[in-house]
């Protein structure tokens, strides 16, 4: 089966880095991909990462290792418009999109 | 603007009754998707359509139905409403209905059944 863990909870300050991380088990692999919700809104697509490393988008980034079954989120720089509730997935199998939990960032000024 | 529409945004409906959950993307996706999101619960696939014509079963299916006549639309229908189903729902497309895919999602339909 599969199965993926994130922390359900974090807090971080305006302007600092925070790195959110997602372990996963799955039987194949088909990529890694994080999402952004905010409150009370759709999910919306962050990033994918099919190879081992680091992908920078700005502000954001994300790293996969494939090895440990490990990824995480970075978030530089952060803004409060950063609250929001980070969601991991993989696809099984059948592509089909398997998700984490989520993890709901705070942000204090 | 380009994306899904949902309707309804928020309803409350009483136990046993029918409801219709309707989605419409303008995108000419292929497949498209139906989850509910619960707290402290990942997103779970209930229903999904590759490509118009074709449906498949999620995770969670069981008490859904969902048809899937042409490329834009994609209902789902709660045949009899129980209390468990009291959720957020999601509709999502994406281009193709093979591989792994970016998925966009609707704005979401909250359904409450007392």
């Known amino acids: 089966g599969q199965n993926i863990d994130q922390p359900t909870e974090m807090t971080a300050t305006e302007g600092a880095i925070v790195q959110i991380n997602c372990t996963y088990q799955?039987?194949?692999?088909?990529?890694l991909f994080w999402y952004q919700q905010h409150a009370g809104e759709a999910p919306t697509f962050l990033s994918y990462?099919?190879l081992d490393g680091l992908e920078e988008k700005g502000r954001f980034s994300s790293f996969l290792s494939r090895s440990k079954g490990y990824s995480y989120l970075l978030l530089k720089e952060l803004q409060m418009k950063d609250s929001a509730s980070y969601l991991c997935?993989?696809?099984?199998?059948?592509?089909?999109?398997?998700w984490g939990a989520g993890t709901k960032l705070i942000i204090k000024p | 603007i380009a994306g899904i529409t949902q309707a309804p945004t928020s309803q409350i409906l009483a136990a046993g009754r029918r409801m219709t959950l309707r989605c419409t993307q303008d995108?000419?996706?292929?497949?498209m998707y139906w989850y509910r999101q619960d707290l402290g619960l990942g997103l779970r696939l209930i229903h999904y359509?590759?490509?118009?014509?074709?449906?498949g079963k999620g995770e969670v299916p069981d008490g859904y139905s969902v048809s899937r006549a042409n490329t834009d639309d994609f209902p789902l229908t709660l045949a009899s409403a129980v209390p468990s189903q009291t959720s957020v729902y999601f509709c999502?497309?994406?281009?193709?209905?093979?591989?792994?895919?970016?998925?966009?999602f609707g704005a979401g339909s909250r359904l409450t059944v007392l």
């Open positions: 999502a497309s994406s281009e193709k209905g093979s591989g792994a895919n970016v998925l966009t």
């Open positions: 995108m000419r996706h292929n497949a």
């Open positions: 359509s590759n490509t118009a014509g074709t449906t």
């Open positions: 799955t039987s194949g692999f088909n990529g």
């Open positions: 990462n099919v």
């Open positions: 997935a993989v696809p099984n199998s059948n592509y089909q999109l398997i």
